[in-house]
C-alpha cells in the first residue's frame, strides 16, 4: 500500500492510539484524527499506564470508576504490557497531520468534517470513535473502514468483549472489519476473526488478543480496497446493541467473578469451544 491516501480517525484509549501507530507504521497515513471523549482530565486509562509506571502514584489518584483497586490494577498492566509503548503515545511522524478535537465527542463537528475534507482520503479508517454522521462518511470515495471489537452478528455496540464473557459466549469474542453505514457496526462487513483462548485470559487479554488480529484484518482490507479486489458481505442478522451505560461497575465485577470461577477454562472444555460459528473469515488469498 503505497498511493492510496489514509486518514485515520481513534479515541485518545490505548487500545485506539495502538490501532493509529500500527497504520502509521503499515499503510499511507497522512493523517490522524483524535477524538476527545472525556469531560475533564486525563483518559482514566491512559492515567492508569502512567501510574503502572510509577506505582507510587497509585494510592488514592485514580477514581474507582467501573473496576475495583484490584481490579482496575490488573486492567491497566494487561492493556499496558499487551500495547506496550504504542499504546501510550502517538507517534505520527513527519508528513502526517494530527488533528485533536476539542470538547467531549465533538467529531462530526463541522471544523473537523472540514479538516478531514482537507486530507483528501481515498479510504478512511476507524477506531473507537464515536458513531459517525453522513458528512464524514460521505468524505472518502472508497468508503470509511471501522474495526469494530466483536463479531457484529452477535454483539453490537461497545464493550462487546467483555459482554460475550459476562454472557459465558466467549464463541462470539472476535472482530469484525466493515465498511461504515449510518447505523451502528451494522455496515457490509469485509472480514472477521475469533483469536486463539487460553485458560488463563480473561475479557481484558481477550480484548488485546481482538485488538490486534483486527488490525491485520483491516490492513488486508485497504490493500483490497486499493487493489479493487475486496468483497463486502451485507450484515443479514445484526447482533445484540450494547450501550456504554449498560455497563455498570455490578456487570464489570461479575465478568471478573465469571472468569474467577472458571468460565474460560469450562468453555475450552465444552463443546461450545469446537463448534463451527458462520462469520466471514479471511481465507488465506494474499
Known amino acids: 500500500m503505497t498511493g492510496q491516501r489514509v486518514v485515520v480517525l481513534v479515541s485518545e484509549d490505548i487500545s485506539d492510539v495502538y490501532f493509529a501507530n500500527q497504520l502509521v507504521k503499515r499503510a499511507n497515513v497522512v493523517g490522524v484524527v483524535v477524538e476527545g471523549q472525556h469531560s475533564a482530565g486525563e483518559p482514566i486509562l491512559s492515567k492508569g499506564i502512567r501510574y503502572i509506571r ?51 465527542r465533538a467529531i462530526n463537528a463541522p471544523e473537523y468534517v472540514e479538516e478531514i475534507k482537507g486530507l483528501k482520503p481515498d479510504v478512511i479508517a476507524v477506531c473507537g470513535t464515536s458513531i459517525l454522521k453522513k458528512e464524514i462518511i460521505a468524505i472518502p470515495p472508497r468508503g470509511v473502514v471501522n474495526l469494530h471489537g466483536g463479531l457484529a452478528q452477535w454483539y453490537r455496540g461497545v464493550w462487546t468483549t467483555l459482554w460475550a464473557v459476562y454472557n459465558r459466549e466467549p464463541e462470539y469474542v472476535g472482530a469484525t472489519v466493515h465498511f461504515i453505514s449510518e447505523g451502528v457496526d451494522d455496515g457490509d462487513v469485509i472480514y472477521q476473526g475469533r483469536p486463539v483462548i487460553s485458560e488463563d485470559d480473561n475479557q481484558e487479554t481477550l480484548y488485546v488478543k481482538v485488538v490486534k488480529l483486527g488490525i491485520e484484518l483491516l490492513l488486508k482490507a485497504l490493500s483490497e480496497i486499493e487493489d479493487g479486489t475486496v468483497k463486502r458481505h451485507p450484515l443479514t442478522r445484526k447482533g445484540t446493541l450494547y450501550l456504554g451505560r449498560q455497563v455498570t461497575p455490578e456487570v464489570v465485577r461479575k465478568t471478573w467473578k465469571t472468569v474467577r470461577e472458571g468460565a474460560i477454562r469450562d468453555y475450552l472444555k465444552s463443546p461450545a469451544s469446537k463448534k463451527k460459528i458462520d462469520i466471514f473469515e479471511y481465507d488465506g488469498r494474499r
Open 54 to 104: 510509577n506505582p507510587k502514584l497509585i494510592s488514592g489518584r485514580v477514581k474507582e470508576g467501573l473496576y475495583g483497586k484490584k481490579d482496575r490494577e490488573l486492567a491497566y498492566r494487561i492493556n499496558y504490557e499487551g500495547f506496550g509503548e504504542d499504546g501510550v503515545r502517538l507517534d505520527a511522524g513527519a508528513g502526517i497531520k494530527v488533528i485533536r478535537t476539542e470538547g467531549v
